[in-house]
């Protein structure tokens, strides 16, 4: 049976760039050596790298004065690398779910952290507006897209000081203006490849700031000078988010993929909205495009399980919600199909109809 994969991250990748990974395994670029073991300093992977950063600029117009790098560690050791990088003294960090959270705990082994406002209170169900951002801190840390509560920032914010941005789980899933931001960074397994590979998009500009001494792997000076080369570069995950994007780019790239994902999402929440056993659990105006949140409604509470069962039976995978929501969760990311939205818009009719 068609299995619909709906999981979190790692998630959903493209067809067409598994099978070219698989066959670049067996023979990358014709030398009849394979990916896994050929050196990086080959020039055919150095044209991948090139390449691959030239499509993160055009798929995301990136402006001159920023580079983008490909790094190791995850979206999780960047809550590191961002303060001990660009803080000298203090940074304002909005909290709108777990990763949030996280970052600014990293951000704290620094310096002086304030929180600018938080959703806790509502258990992250909503981005929170209305406060001020402190003009004497270095940097606003946001996260843009909130993958385990399904909340998403639908517009890029203006800051009073240097934006940074966790955007690990939206990146490639909408345009974004990358010239209001200092600093993007995000862990590849959501939308742009597989786990392994960290993407950080740099305004130079912004390094060189700080007193503290850093240790060489964890300046991004180190690897702005030695393109993501200074150490060997996870190559099995590069190549392969260089053939995401390619293949973003043969679709439309982001402009394009943004009215497919809306397409998707709105399908999604449509049915949620509709069917009366089920009920969002993100604020109405903060829904993700990416990750939709939903549970059973109030009355059909004890039918949870059952409609695992039949979803399962019907080839949904990784709809089961995170343990800080409960319910269920569709990623609904960029290679995540129309027709697997609606094949779980159908399953929950179903369920419906045999209640
Ligand atoms: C998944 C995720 C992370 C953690 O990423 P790792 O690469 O596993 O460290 C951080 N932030 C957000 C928004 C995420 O979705």
């Not at 060189?208 to 150490?231: A, C, E, L």
């Not at 949620?272 to 009355?299: H, L, P, Q, W």
């Not at 343990?323 to 990311?333: D, E, K, L, Q, T």
């Not at 290679?335 to 399953?347: I, R, T």
Request: with cysteine; glycine share 8%.
């Amino acid at each position: 049976m068609k299995k619909h994969v709906f999981n979190a991250g790692p998630c959903i990748l493209p067809q067409p760039a598994i099978e070219s990974a698989i066959a670049a395994i067996k023979d990358f670029d014709g030398t009849g050596v394979g990916l896994l073991e050929i050196s990086h300093r080959t020039p055919g992977w150095e044209r991948i790298m090139a390449e691959t950063e030239q499509l993160w600029r055009d798929l995301l117009h990136i402006p001159d004065g920023y580079k983008v790098l490909f790094l190791g560690g995850g979206a999780s050791t960047q809550f590191c690398y961002v303060p001990y990088n660009l803080m000298a003294r203090k940074a304002a960090y909005l909290q709108t779910g777990t990763w949030a959270k996280k970052a600014a705990k990293e951000a704290r082994l620094f310096g002086e952290v304030e929180i600018v406002a938080s959703s806790e209170d509502k258990n992250y169900s909503y981005i929170p507006t209305g406060y001020t951002v402190p003009t004497d801190a270095d940097y606003f840390h946001i996260t843009t897209n909130n993958t385990i509560f399904g909340t998403e920032l639908h517009t890029d914010l203006d800051s009073p000081v240097p934006l940074v941005a966790d955007m690990s789980s939206d990146i490639m899933s909408r345009p974004v203006d990358v010239s209001k931001y200092a600093l993007i960074y995000g862990g590849a397994q959501k939308n742009v490849g597989p786990a392994g590979v960290t993407f950080v998009i740099v305004r130079e500009d912004m390094l060189g700031k700080v007193d503290r001494p850093i240790p060489t792997m964890i300046d991004y000076r180190t690897h702005v000078n030695g393109s993501s080369m200074f150490n060997t570069p996870p190559v099995f995950a590069i190549y392969v988010m260089h053939e995401t994007l390619k293949w973003l780019k043969e679709l439309g790239g982001v402009e394009a993929m943004y009215e497919m994902n809306k397409r998707k999402a709105e399908l999604l929440y449509a049915e949620i909205d509709r069917n009366k056993m089920f009920t969002g659990t993100a604020r109405r105006e903060d829904r993700s495009i990416m990750n939709v949140c939903f549970v059973m409604a109030d009355g059909y509470k004890d039918q949870e399980a059952a409609f695992m069962e039949l979803a399962k039976a019907r080839g949904m995978v990784g709809i089961k919600g995170h343990r800080s929501v409960g319910g269920f969760r569709a990623s609904i990311y960029n290679a995540c199909p129309l027709e697997s939205v609606q094949a779980l818009v159908d399953c929950m009719r179903e369920f419906e109809g045999n209640y």
